[in-house]
């Protein structure tokens, strides 16, 4: 399963560290190339020794020691890395990994590498539940890492409760679960668009709307992870595009963003339509800024084209198209008709009143809808978790 597979362990200094010996020894033995860092504090539980036997490479613990297979260490390993498993993941790692804190070498390396990062945190059931580090996990997974769940039991400080290690073949299971998911997309070709568009009224004014292109983003991230090739067409958006992208397109108005999806369509496996764009655009645009008068100003608006209607006109039987439907009312009812009328595989909808589903937060709360009237209740979730969730109704869709 993980046969050449280039795999970092970062090991921290708490008591489970003796676990992530038996970790680095399922993953030798499963074939992955294993390079081991570890902090000082780890020195304390478990040797340098321990780890160069079992995985026939040297440990790295030093920012400052001398370089023997790599230049610039902290840089070429994490670029050498196909994934980074820090476990145990104390509540220090985690912290100084939400934040961006560089101290040593294994932080600094965090920093540096595009590889997908997996936590396995272990500590006391207290810290675990402490809001603190309740917060650098979710904003941690926001960004894209993964989260190896803690298991519940008797810790070594006497405590009962979440923030044990999971055995060692539990770890393995989930290491191996993600470098399947990280290939299940290999040769197949995604179109994402995302953000909101703009309608210019003169050289100064617009209309448009609040959406930032989170979620359009966490899709082709997710999409990327899985090796897919991925198109992102963007309208505005407030967060950076994601790395790993085969085409990346920037539009501003409806219609640029019609050409431009258009331009993708024919040779895309799967279409996902997350971009909020504007129903209407001004009939008249003035060529210079119009100036307030004691009268009343209307603006006269003429229909966009419809995108997503005719991309469903034109699917293939083997394509796929997922829309989205963002309403303050009538949720189920205006959803269920845009999925019937555009001839989607699935809606996507959120009712953007409700707390913490709005357009500028990291998080969203979805209905999955499908042709068959079936409805999928989705719980608050981070953006990027419900992308994982997306992509694997559009993968199972696919085949």
Known sequence: ML?????????????????????????????AVVRVVMTEEAKKF??????????GQPVTCNMWAEVQHFNVAHIS???????????????????KADVGIADDFLSTMLLATKAPVVYAPAMNTNMFRHPATQAHIASLKARGAKMIEPASGLLACGAVGAGRLPEPADVMAEIEKIFSVMRSLAGKKVLVTAGGTIEPLDPI???????????????????????AEVVLISGQATVEPPAGLSKFVKTTTAHQMRAAVLADFADADIVIKAAAVADYRPKNVAENKIKKTDRDLVIELERNPDILKELGELKRPDQILIGFAAETQNLLQYAQSKLEKKNLDFIVANDVSRQGAGFQGD?????????????????????????????????????
């Open 205 to 227: 004014r617009f209309i448009a709307n609040h959406s930032s292109g989170r979620q359009g983003y966490a899709i082709a991230a997710e999409a990327v992870s899985r090796g």
């Open 46 to 55: 478990v040797t340098e020794l321990t780890f160069q036997e079992i995985t």
């Open 3 to 31: 046969k050449d597979k280039k795999v970092i362990l970062g090991v921290t200094g708490g008591i489970a560290a003796y676990k992530a010996v038996e970790i680095a020894s399922r993953l030798k033995k499963s074939g």
């Open 363 to 399: 998080t969203n709360i979805i209905k999955i809808i499908s042709r068959d009237g079936s409805t999928e209740d989705l719980p608050l979730m981070t953006k990027r978790e419900l992308s994982s969730v997306i992509m694997d109704r559009a993968e199972s869709k696919l085949k």
């Open 77 to 95: 390993l994490a670029q050498w890395a196909d994934l980074v498993l820090i476990a145990p993941a104390t509540a220090n790692i985690l912290a």
